[in-house]
């Protein structure tokens, strides 16, 4: 396949990269508008209790949950004073029509909790209209400009101030990191290639991936609700992996034109159709293994992990698609010119990224690995499994106040309901299906005296369905309010039926539910399509079994130190955040997606220079021990610098996202980087040389219908001769015919 497209292109260059120009200029046409097109919510699973009785509670009564709340307080008055009163309710007349669904103040509830205090601060309890989150997040717009237009001091406060203070952070701050990352991946990218053309390179495939990214989700909203948060992992994998493969192709061909004599003219086409095959069919299967591990996200239920998944799929199969057209077309068109604005300390002719002596740095590094591959293997397993430890005690939770900034306002409207109108509460939405107030009064008695709870009101009674709230004591997403929440549930309804309950604390009781059920699915489509797609690569069983193992490793112990960071609080003050004590359940199978991903980036191409080693025809090896050995080596000796380059440009960005306001986007930098230095550095450079060593020919090992079948439709990505048959002293197994 990448040889017929190498055929088409060294013959159509111009026209690919006139074709790749209209279409980018039509993708940003088209896709710089999906940003009016994206919803704000998609958090609930609709199978679940809480997003039932948010539904049921919504056809009977409308939404009476507790999205907004309105503090307002004056410096002289009192909430006794008709003057208060008569002041907010003369602002709450201006609240535009159809947003809201209800409005409660501290008047008309009688509920002391709701007066703060020192009585010169009341709130005013508000649900919003919708049918949809992404509804209530437009009428959440309309409503709280309204709120705000009085003389009293005023404070927002609920999950919506949250959700929309947490989108505005976000946004301010990926603008932030991308700012500072930009310019310095450029600089990294003009000290590793050495020439301001080269440089310039991976940005442009970066630029053209999120482009492209944006388009295809604007298509997407045309058929389903896509999030804004899909534009946050466009941005991450849109330029971090476009960083990489840009990186693989030049140096690739840099490589192979290396080896042209400078004066034939057909060098540039001989260099890219090799450079295609190669380099190519690495970043073509990277990118099919990126974006299934992305793809395993649509398996959930909730939009929000769904849309992510839509986002990384449409960024990660922009980027290989520029990878393999655009890319190779302006490489080919500049020739030897790719090496122009060279640096002045780099003479002409000097050594291009991935030219390196075959018993270099990184050959002498592998071969000392192998020397010693148990001791190897055993320190550093060890090493990452206690990284890892911390994971085992995990706790989990959902979005709150606490993941913004103290200043943002939602966050110190938050603090000031918290503080000023007596403890910090949490509520239930709870309803029966009856409209007997007997039955009513005997069930809201059951779950009085259930322990924790301070209140049970009913909050209305319409065609036979009655609303109740409950409240206790302590934040919403301890553990302690989801037990409360199931201690409700468990008190059967007047008639012995279930009752459903809805709220912040039950739906992090059942999303945290949701993900359980799940996770299994997710991880079983990723480990099933990186068995079948690294076996289409190798024509190995063994290779991909040992590449999702190293994964669980570097994954786990990722994990494992943004949990003993930001669940058990350690570094709060280096890192600038407050701890809440456990994890967003949501991040890590975000994280869990894309580290998939990036790993197997670097695998794929590591195992790619191997394999290629291990097939040559004319190895001088005499035993394929020795033959693996020596593959081993020269493929991580063609291969570290440009690893490690790569991880070091894929760093600045996704390092960039540390900086954030936004504990959970600081998690995923934090998190992320260091799976990523462990991934790019420990586990390539040493744990793979190890076990790959101690697996010896075992390595290219499969049954032999598998052997055969891959030998007529594994994708290679050069033909060449059948390898030498192992001694008859090796005892160990070897592939027949191993051409990559």
């Known amino acids: ?89 003369q602002t709450l007349a201006g609240i535009p029509k159809g947003t809201t669904t209800s409005v409660i103040t501290a008047w008309d509830s009688g509920d002391p909790a709701m007066v703060s205090t020192d009585q010169h601060a009341v709130q005013v309890v508000i649900s919003l209209a919708g049918d949809t989150q992404a509804q209530e997040s437009d009428n959440n717009d309309r409503l709280v400009p309204a709120l705000r237009k009085t003389s009293l001091q005023t404070d927002i406060a609920g999950r919506w101030a949250v959700y929309k203070g947490v989108n505005e952070t976000v946004s301010a701050d990926l603008a932030r990191a991308e700012a500072y990352s930009m310019p310095i991946v450029l600089i990294l990218s003009l000290l590793i290639f050495g020439s301001l053309v080269a440089a310039s390179m991976p940005v442009m495939v970066g630029a053209l991936s999120v482009i492209g990214g944006l388009a295809v989700v604007r298509l997407i909203t045309t058929v389903t609700e896509v999030s804004v948060f899909s534009i946050n992992v466009i941005s991450l994998l849109g330029m971090g992996l476009a960083i990489d493969y840009a990186l693989f192709m030049i140096s690739r061909y840099r490589e192979e034109l290396a080896k042209l004599p400078a004066d034939d003219p057909a060098a540039p ?78 003479r002409p002719g000097g050594r291009p990224v991935g030219v390196d002596d075959e018993h270099g740095a990184w050959a002498r590094l592998a071969h000392g690995v192998m020397r010693r591959p148990v001791v190897v293997m055993v320190v550093i397993v060890a090493g990452l499994l206690l990284l890892a430890s911390p994971f085992l005690g995990v706790k989990w939770g959902s979005v709150d106040y606490r993941v913004l900034p103290p200043d943002q306002p939602a966050h110190v409207a938050s603090v000031k309901l918290n503080q000023e109108f007596g403890e910090e509460r949490s ?81 992090t009781v059942d999303l945290l539910g949701s993900i359980k059920t799940h996770l299994p699915w997710m991880a079983g489509i990723i480990v099933a399509v990186m068995l079948v797609l690294l076996f289409g690569a190798f024509g190995s069983l063994v290779l991909p079994l040992k590449a999702v193992l190293m994964n669980v490793l570097s994954i786990s112990a990722s994990f494992g130190v943004i949990t003993w960071i930001f669940a058990d609080g350690h570094l709060q003050g280096l890192l600038g955040y407050s701890s809440t004590g456990f994890l967003d359940a949501t991040q890590p199978i975000f994280m869990l997606a894309i580290l998939v991903g990036l790993s197997m980036d670097y695998e794929v191409f590591l195992l790619s220079r191997v394999r290629e080693q291990w097939d040559r025809p004319d190895h001088p090896a005499a035993t394929a021990a020795e033959r693996n050995t020596d593959a081993v080596a020269v493929g991580l000796q063609k291969t570290g610098r440009i690893i490690t ?30 799976a990523l230095i462990v991934d790019a550095t420990i586990v390539r450079a040493l744990l793979v040389p190890a076990t790959m060593k101690l697996l010896g020919t075992w390595n290219w090992w499969a049954p032999a219908p598998l052997r055969r079948f891959w030998e007529h439709y594994g994708i290679r990505e050069v033909d060449l001769p059948p390898a030498p048959a192992p001694a008859a002293a090796d005892a160990q197994p070897t592939v027949g015919r191993v051409s990559v």
């Open 645 to 674: 380059s790569a991880a070091l440009l894929l760093a600045v960005v996704i390092g960039a996202f540390s900086t954030s306001g936004i504990v959970f986007m600081k998690m995923i930098g934090v998190g992320m980087l260091v």
């Open 1 to 89: 396949m990448l040889k017929r497209w190498s055929t088409i292109l060294v013959h159509r260059a111009r026209l690919v990269l006139a074709l790749g120009v209209v279409a980018t200029i039509a993708a940003a046409a088209y896709g710089f508008g999906v940003f009016g097109s994206l919803g704000q919510g998609g958090f609930d699973d609709p199978h679940t209790d809480a997003s039932k009785e948010l539904a049921r509670e919504q056809a009977v009564f409308g939404n009476k949950n507790v999205d907004v709340v309105a503090i307002y307080r004056s410096r002289t008055l009192t909430a006794q004073d008709p003057a208060f009163e008569r002041e907010v309710r």
């Open 427 to 507: 509520t239930a939405n709870v309803l029966l299906e009856t409209g007997d107030q007997q039955a009513v009064a005997a069930y809201v008695a059951k779950v009085k005296a259930l322990p924790g709870i301070l209140d049970v009101r009913p909050v209305e009674t319409k065609d036979g369905v009655t609303l109740l709230r409950a409240a206790w004591a302590g934040n919403s997403q301890t553990e302690a309010s989801r037990a409360v929440v199931q201690r409700i549930r468990d008190v059967p309804g007047p008639r012995g039926e279930h009752v459903l309950v809805g709220g912040l604390s039950a739906d």
């Open 269 to 346: 086409r001989a260099a890219i159709a090799v450079t295609l095959q190669t380099a190519g069919r690495t970043v073509l299967f990277s990118g099919l293994t990126v974006a299934a591990a992305m793809s395993a996200l649509l398996v959930f239920p909730q939009n929000f992990l769904r849309s992510l998944g839509y986002g990384g799929i449409a960024a990660v199969l922009i980027g290989v698609v520029t990878a393999l057209t655009v890319l190779p077309a302006v490489l080919l068109l500049l020739g030897r010119r790719i090496d122009a604005g060279r640096l002045p300390w780099r």
